[in-house]
T-cell receptor, first 115, second 116 residues
Framework: AQSVTQLGSHVSVSEGALVLLRCNYS??????LFWYVQYPNQGLQLLLK??????LVKGINGFEAEFKKSETSFHLTKPSAHMSDAAEYFC?????????????FGAGTRLFVKA | DADVTQTPRNRITKTGKRIMLECSQT?????MYWYRQDPGLGLRLIYY???????NKGEISDGYSVSRQAQAKFSLSLESAIPNQTALYFC???????????????FGAGSRLTVL
C-alpha cells in the first residue's frame, strides 16, 4: 500500500533560517509528488509538484523540493524563512490506477517562524 | 469569486441530525472529491466522482453519502451526525491529469462541522 510520512508534526525556525520539511513515501510504482500549503482558515493550495524530468523542483514563494528515488524522499526546503511562511504543509503522493489518479496525503507539518 | 465554493463555512449541529455540505466549482473540472481533515491525520478521502454518473467510495465513507447533481456540484451528506464526525471538510476538484501530467487538486476554503 502506498503511504506518505512527514517527519515532525511541528517545525520551528527563526526568520531568515533554513526551512527543511521532510517527506518520505512508499510506492510500488513511480509516483507524482506534491507539496501543498494551508494558511490559517484557508484551503490547501499547491506549492510545487514533481511529475517527470528534473528532480529539483521549484515552487512558489521561494520553496523547492528534490525527488530522490533511492531514498524515496521529497523534502521541501527554503533558504531563508519569512514570517509569512508560517502555515501547515502537506506532502502528497498521486498514483495512476485503473480508476484514475488517487492522491494520498501525509499528516502535515506545521511550520512556526520566530522573529 | 472562488474557483471552488463550499457552504456552509461553519456549522454546529446535534447528534442525530442530517447535515448537507455543498460544493460548487467554476474550474470546469470533471473530477470532484470530498476530504476530511483531522489534526495529526492529514486529509482522508471520503468520496470522489470522476464524472456526473460516477461515484466512488474513499477510505472513510462509512456514515457519509454524496450526490453529484451536475458537473459543477458535489454535495456531502451526513444522514445522522455523530460527534466523531466533527472535523474540517474540504471539497476539491481536478482535471484528468492527461495534459498537466498529474492531477493537481484545487481546494475550497473548507467547512468546519461541529457535532454536539
Amino acid at each position: 500500500a502506498q503511504s506518505v510520512t512527514q517527519l515532525g508534526s511541528h517545525v520551528s525556525v527563526s526568520e531568515g533560517a533554513l526551512v527543511l520539511l521532510r517527506c518520505n513515501y512508499s510506492s510500488s510504482v513511480p509516483p507524482y509528488l506534491f507539496w501543498y500549503v494551508q494558511y490559517p482558515n484557508q484551503g490547501l493550495q499547491l506549492l510545487l509538484k514533481y511529475t517527470t524530468g528534473a528532480t529539483l523542483v521549484k515552487g512558489i514563494n521561494g520553496f523547492e523540493a528534490e525527488f530522490k528515488k533511492s531514498e524515496t524522499s521529497f523534502h521541501l526546503t527554503k533558504p531563508s524563512a519569512h514570517m509569512s511562511d508560517a502555515a501547515e504543509y502537506f506532502c502528497a503522493v498521486s498514483l495512476l490506477g485503473t480508476g484514475g489518479f488517487k492522491t494520498i496525503f501525509g499528516a502535515g507539518t506545521r511550520l512556526f517562524v520566530k522573529a | 469569486d472562488a474557483d471552488v465554493t463550499q457552504t456552509p463555512r461553519n456549522r454546529i449541529t446535534k447528534t442525530g441530525k442530517r447535515i448537507m455540505l455543498e460544493c460548487s466549482q467554476t474550474k470546469g473540472h470533471d473530477r470532484m472529491y470530498w476530504y476530511r481533515q483531522d489534526p495529526g491525520l492529514g486529509l482522508r478521502l471520503i468520496y470522489y466522482s470522476f464524472d456526473v454518473k460516477d461515484i466512488n467510495k474513499g477510505e472513510i465513507s462509512d456514515g457519509y453519502s454524496v450526490s453529484r447533481q451536475a458537473q459543477a456540484k458535489f454535495s456531502l451528506s451526513l444522514e445522522s451526525a455523530i460527534p466523531n464526525q466533527t472535523a474540517l471538510y474540504f471539497c476539491a476538484t481536478s482535471d484528468t491529469g492527461r495534459i498537466s501530467g498529474a492531477n493537481v487538486l484545487t481546494f475550497g476554503a473548507g467547512s468546519r462541522l461541529t457535532v454536539l
